[in-house]
T-cell receptor
Framework: GESVGLHLPTLSVQEGDNSIINCAYSNSASDYFIWYKQESGKGPQFIIDIRSNMDKRQGQRVTVLLNKTVKHLSLQIAATQPGDSAVYFCAENHNDYKLSFGAGTTVTVRA | DVKVTQSSRYLVKRTGEKVFLECVQDMDHENMFWYRQDPGLGLRLIYFSYDVKMKEKGDIPEGYSVSREKKERFSLILESASTNQTSMYLC???????????FGPGTRLTVT
């Protein structure tokens, strides 16, 4: 079946460093991708999205890169802060109604 | 800001009970979704609704049903709760089309 997966289940990063979280997807027909952040005890929170006609999009301290050739998505967080500690999910949309989510990467920021 | 609320944060039910999980959104979104989240499995779609009185099965609908009588409210029903339905349940809503989904805070359900 088609699925969205993450390369690493955990990532430990020093405060102030940049973080890169990776995600591989398998459905070449997917046209929309989202990154979510989930803090402990809370629902997922939208971070940034990108459509398949783009290869890069920037937000506040975050950048999403899309490589359709190898079906790879990444989230870069600049100057990682303690508040960035959370589980990060990528999700893909390949029809109008459904998102498929990866299992998540747990990011821990070291002081 | 979009707000998605869920009726309970924590719920404990006994095996065989009928369980109702309620979700309300205040942004006039057409689409609403119910997921369950389990360690190592990510978010799995149970049911979704693309409009009032419309519903579609997701990836794991067995043991669940849903109701959407009003646009702002989407209910998940466990007809006869079982221990394997112990999980975190998340509701989400969005505008119709490929847009971000907004999530509620989740309901942690324990079935004993």
């Amino acid at each position: 079946g088609e699925s969205v997966g993450l390369h690493l289940p955990t990532l430990s990063v020093q405060e102030g460093d940049n973080s890169i979280i990776n995600c591989a997807y398998s459905n070449s027909a997917s046209d929309y991708f989202i990154w979510y952040k989930q803090e402990s005890g809370k629902g997922p929170q939208f971070i940034i999205d990108i459509r398949s006609n783009m290869d890069k999009r920037q937000g506040q301290r975050v950048t999403v890169l899309l490589n359709k050739t190898v079906k790879h998505l990444s989230l870069q967080i600049a100057a990682t802060q303690p508040g960035d500690s959370a589980v990060y999910f990528c999700a893909e949309n390949h029809n109008d109604y459904k998102l498929s989510f990866g299992a998540g990467t747990t990011v821990t920021v070291r002081a | 800001d979009v707000k998605v609320t869920q009726s309970s944060r924590y719920l404990v039910k006994r095996t065989g009970e009928k369980v109702f999980l309620e979700c309300v959104q205040d942004m006039d979104h057409e689409n609403m979704f119910w997921y369950r989240q389990d360690p190592g499995l990510g978010l799995r779609l149970i049911y979704f609704s693309y409009d009032v009185k419309m519903k579609e099965k997701g990836d794991i609908p067995e043991g669940y049903s849903v109701s959407r009588e009003k646009k702002e409210r989407f209910s998940l029903i466990l007809e006869s709760a079982s221990t394997n339905q112990t999980s975190m349940y998340l509701c989400a809503s969005r505008l119709a089309g490929p847009y971000e989904q907004y999530f509620g805070p989740g309901t942690r359900l324990t079935v004993t």
